[in-house]
C-alpha cells in the first residue's frame, strides 16, 4: 500500500484515507475483528461482493449530480482499479465492481482529487440523499431543492451522529408534489413547499420498504428550510440511542415509529433540542453554484428515420422550465454502461449543453439545459453510442437490482428476468413502450434495493421447492403499487410464488387482462377495483411446480442448475477477544472527542465522549451475556446490573451520567468536563474488567 499524504488536499479526506489503508493492515494481521473492520469498510462504501476475495465500491453521488469531470474521474478509476462497467443504483450512486480491497485507499484518493466520495455510501450511516433528478429544471418545483439536498448531504457526511447507528439512514427531496423523490417511503422525506412567501417542506418520517413495508407518517405539514437539518439532527439522535441494534431485521426507523407511535417520537425528539447545536440553520441556496451552459452551436444534422426520431422524441424529452431549453432521458438498460460510452457523454454534456448529467432513481441518465435547436444532434450523438432506445421512464423501463449477479444476498436473479420482460414488451406490447402508467420492479430478494414493492408490478426473488425437495428459481408476484403524489404512496400486495422461468407468462396473463379489462383507468385504480383474490386466480396455474422442466432449474442469464447460495461476510480467519475489541474502541472515540475539542468542534466531542461511555458500559454486559440492543436499553441494563447492584461504583446512575448531553448546550465548558466524565469511566471499567480476568 502506498501514502497518500500528497495527493489529497483535504487534510480530514486524508487522514480519512490513511486510517483506511492502517485498519486494513490491521485486519489483515489478526489484530482487528471482522465485524469491526466489516462496520469501517460499510462506512467508506467498501462492500463484500457474492464473488470471494473482491470488493463493491459504491460511489456516493448526493442526488445523482455528477459533473463532466467527474464522470471523467470514476471512468478513470474504474479502468484502474475494476471492470471498466458502472453500475447506477435506485438511491443515484454509481458502484464499481471486483476492486482488491488493497486497493480501495488508493482508489478512494483518486476519486477525491475530483470532489468525489466513497464514505457513508453503506453501512449503518446516513446513505446518499437522493432527490428528482428535475430538481433545478422542474416545470413544477416551487423552487430547486438541490442546495438544501447537498447541505444536508455535506453537513451529516463525518458527522459524529451517524457513523454507528443500528441501521441505515435514507433521505429524499421532491421538487414538487409529483413526489418523484418517493418521499413516502424514506426515512426523512421532504417535499418542497412555499407558505407566505416563505421556502420550506413537508415532512414525512418512518417510511421504507423491504420485508415489511411501511408508509411514512407525516411529521410537518410545512417546516420552513432553515429548520430541516436541526429536525434531522434530532431525528438521528433518537434512532442512535433507542433504534434497535441485535436484530437487523427490526432496526430500521420504521420498527421505532411502530413500537413508539409518533407522538412517543415526538416526545422523545423534543427532549434532545437542547443537545442540538442549531435551532435554526440557514442554507444559502443563493451561493449554490450557478448553471454555465455551453455557448457552441452544432452543425445541421440529418436524420435518416424521421419516425425513430419522433418516436424518440415523444418518450424521452423531459420539459423543462427555463424557456428555450429541454431535458433528456437516456434510458440506461439495468443501470449498466461502460466507460468508453460515459466518456464519450460526459464529453458531449460539457461541450453542448451545461456540463453535468443528474442520475435517476430509475437507473437513468437525465441530461438537462439541451437547447432545443440541439435536439436532433443530440440524438444523432447518443444514437452512436447505443443511448438513444426509447422509453426514458416508461413500461419499457424496468426497474432491477444486481441480483445473483454480484450481490450476498440475492436468491434469484433479478437483471436475468428483466432483460427477459424488455424483450417481451418490444416485441409483443408496442403499445406500452411510451406508457407511463404501468411501473415494473424487479429486487432479487426482500431486501427491496430493486423497490419492487411500491411498483404497479413488482417481481421478487425467492426459491420453490418440489415435492422431491427440488430447488428451483421463483419470483414472487406483487401487484397494485403505486406513487400518489405530495408524500401518498400505496404499496404492493404479494399476490402469488411462481418459477422464475415463468415470469414473463405472469406478466402477459397481467397486461393481457389490463388490456381487456383496464377500461383506461389507472394500472392502480384497475388493481384496487378487481383485488388481490382475482389476480391471485388467474395466475394460480402458473404457481404449480409438480410439472417443472428441467430448464425450470436454471435461472435466467445462467447455464447450470439452480442452486440457492446467499452469500456470507469475509472470515477474518483469527479469534478475537470482542470485549478487548469493544474497550479498544472507546479508547479511540475518547481521542477521537479530545480531537475535537481541540478544534473547537464541541457538539461533535460531546458524541464522541457519550459514545464511547455507551460502548464502554456494553463490554462489560457482552461479558455478562446481556442483551445490547438498543443504546438506551444498555444504559439502562448497565445502572441495573452493575451500579445498583454494587458491582461498580459511581458517583451518581450511569444513565444520570450518559445522558448530560440532553440536558447540556454544546458549550466548550460542558465538553470538556463530559470528556473528563468518558475518560474516568473508562478507566474504572478498564481497571475492573482487568481484576475480573485476574479473579477467573
Not at 190 to 216: M, T
Not at 530 to 542: I, S
Not at 637 to 645: G, K, P, T
Request: proline share 3%; with cysteine; aromatic share 10%.
Amino acid at each position: 500500500m502506498r501514502s497518500f499524504r500528497t495527493e489529497v488536499e483535504n487534510p480530514i479526506v486524508e487522514q480519512d484515507i490513511i486510517a483506511l489503508e492502517a485498519k486494513i493492515r490491521e485486519f489483515q494481521g489478526g489484530s482487528l475483528d471482522e465485524e469491526k473492520f466489516r462496520s469501517l469498510r460499510l462506512a467508506r462504501g467498501i462492500y463484500g461482493q457474492r464473488q470471494p476475495g473482491v470488493q463493491m465500491i459504491r460511489i456516493k453521488l448526493p442526488y445523482g449530480k455528477v459533473s463532466s469531470q467527474q464522470l471523467r474521474r470514476i471512468c478513470d478509476v474504474s479502468e484502474e482499479y475494476s471492470t471498466g462497467r458502472l453500475h447506477i443504483t435506485t438511491r443515484q450512486d454509481i458502484q464499481i465492481h471486483y476492486v482488491d480491497i488493497n486497493r480501495t485507499p488508493e482508489l478512494w484518493a483518486q476519486l477525491e482529487q475530483d470532489d468525489i466520495t466513497i464514505r457513508e455510501a453503506c453501512g449503518n450511516t446516513v446513505r446518499n440523499v437522493t432527490a428528482s433528478e428535475t430538481a433545478g429544471i422542474d416545470v413544477n418545483e416551487p423552487f430547486d431543492v438541490s442546495p438544501y439536498a447537498h447541505a444536508l448531504f455535506q453537513y451529516f457526511l463525518r458527522n459524529p451522529i451517524s457513523q454507528e447507528m443500528g441501521r441505515k439512514f435514507k433521505v429524499s427531496f421532491s421538487s414538487s408534489d409529483e413526489d418523484t423523490g418517493l418521499s413516502y417511503m424514506h426515512d426523512l422525506g421532504f417535499i418542497a413547499k412555499i407558505e407566505n412567501g416563505v421556502r420550506g417542506f413537508k415532512v414525512l418520517l418512518g417510511g421504507g420498504l423491504g420485508s415489511q413495508p411501511r408508509h411514512a407518517d407525516l411529521i410537518y405539514p410545512f417546516l420552513a428550510a432553515d429548520r430541516i437539518i436541526p429536525l434531522m439532527e434530532g431525528v438521528v439522535r433518537v434512532f442512535d440511542r433507542f433504534g434497535e441494534r441485535k436484530s437487523r431485521a427490526k432496526a430500521r426507523m420504521k420498527f421505532l415509529l411502530k413500537d413508539i407511535g409518533l407522538d412517543g417520537f415526538k416526545q422523545l425528539l423534543e427532549e434532545e433540542q437542547l443537545a442540538i447545536p442549531f435551532q435554526a440553520y440557514p442554507i444559502d441556496a443563493d451561493a449554490y453554484p450557478k448553471v454555465n451552459i455551453a455557448e457552441n452551436n452544432a452543425q445541421e444534422v440529418n436524420i435518416t428515420d424521421q419516425k425513430a426520431f419522433e418516436k424518440w422524441k415523444s418518450t424521452n424529452l423531459v420539459p423543462q422550465k427555463q424557456q428555450g431549453y429541454v431535458a433528456i432521458g437516456i434510458k440506461v438498460l439495468l443501470g449498466d454502461f461502460y466507460i468508453d460510452k460515459a466518456r464519450q457523454l460526459a464529453d458531449l454534456v460539457e461541450k453542448y449543453a451545461a456540463g453535468e448529467i443528474r442520475l435517476s432513481l430509475r437507473q437513468n441518465i437525465l441530461i438537462p439545459y439541451v437547447k432545443e435547436s440541439l435536439v436532433p444532434f443530440f440524438y444523432q450523438e447518443l444514437e452512436k453510442l447505443g443511448f438513444a432506445e426509447v422509453g426514458y421512464n416508461k413500461a419499457l423501463d424496468i426497474t432491477a437490482c444486481p441480483g445473483t449477479d454480484t450481490c450476498n444476498l440475492g436468491i434469484a436473479s433479478s437483471t436475468g428476468i428483466a432483460d427477459e420482460l424488455e424483450r417481451v414488451i418490444k416485441a409483443e406490447y408496442p403499445h406500452y413502450m411510451d406508457n407511463p402508467d404501468v411501473v415494473i420492479k424487479i429486487s432479487g430478494c426482500m431486501n427491496a434495493c430493486g423497490q419492487h414493492n411500491m411498483a404497479n408490478i413488482g417481481f421478487q426473488g425467492m426459491s420453490v421447492r418440489t415435492k422431491d425437495k427440488l430447488v428451483a428459481p421463483a419470483l414472487q408476484v406483487l401487484l397494485g403499487g403505486g406513487n400518489f403524489g405530495n408524500g401518498n404512496g400505496r404499496f404492493a400486495d404479494k399476490v402469488i410464488k411462481i418459477p422464475s422461468k415463468r415470469g414473463p407468462e405472469a406478466l402477459r396473463s397481467i397486461l393481457d387482462d389490463y388490456d381487456a379489462n383496464g377500461n383506461g383507468k389507472s394500472f392502480v385504480d384497475y388493481y384496487e377495483e378487481k383485488g388481490q383474490m382475482y389476480f391471485y386466480d388467474f395466475l394460480k396455474p402458473l404457481s404449480d411446480v409438480d410439472n417443472l422442466a428441467a430448464s425450470d432449474f436454471i435461472d435466467w442469464g445462467a447455464s447450470e442448475k439452480y442452486e440457492q447460495a446467499i452469500g456470507v461476510g469475509e472470515c477474518a480467519g483469527v479469534v478475537i477477544d470482542l470485549i478487548a475489541t469493544l474497550l479498544f474502541d472507546s479508547e479511540e472515540k475518547i481521542e477521537t472527542a479530545k480531537l475535537n475539542l481541540e478544534e473547537g468542534k464541541w457538539a461533535a466531542s460531546i458524541y464522541h465522549s457519550y459514545s464511547s461511555m455507551v460502548n464502554t458500559a456494553k463490554a462489560l454486559l457482552t461479558a455478562e451475556n446481556t442483551k445490547v440492543n438498543t443504546h438506551i436499553s444498555i444504559i439502562k441494563d448497565f445502572d441495573e446490573l452493575f451500579v445498583a447492584s454494587g458491582k461498580f461504583n459511581l458517583d451518581q446512575s450511569f444513565e444520570k451520567m450518559v445522558l448530560q448531553l440532553k440536558r447540556n448546550e454544546p458549550t466548550e465548558a460542558f465538553a470538556k468536563s463530559y470528556l473528563q466524565d468518558a475518560e474516568k469511566f473508562l478507566l474504572n471499567v478498564e481497571a475492573y474488567r482487568k481484576l475480573e480476568l485476574t479473579n477467573v
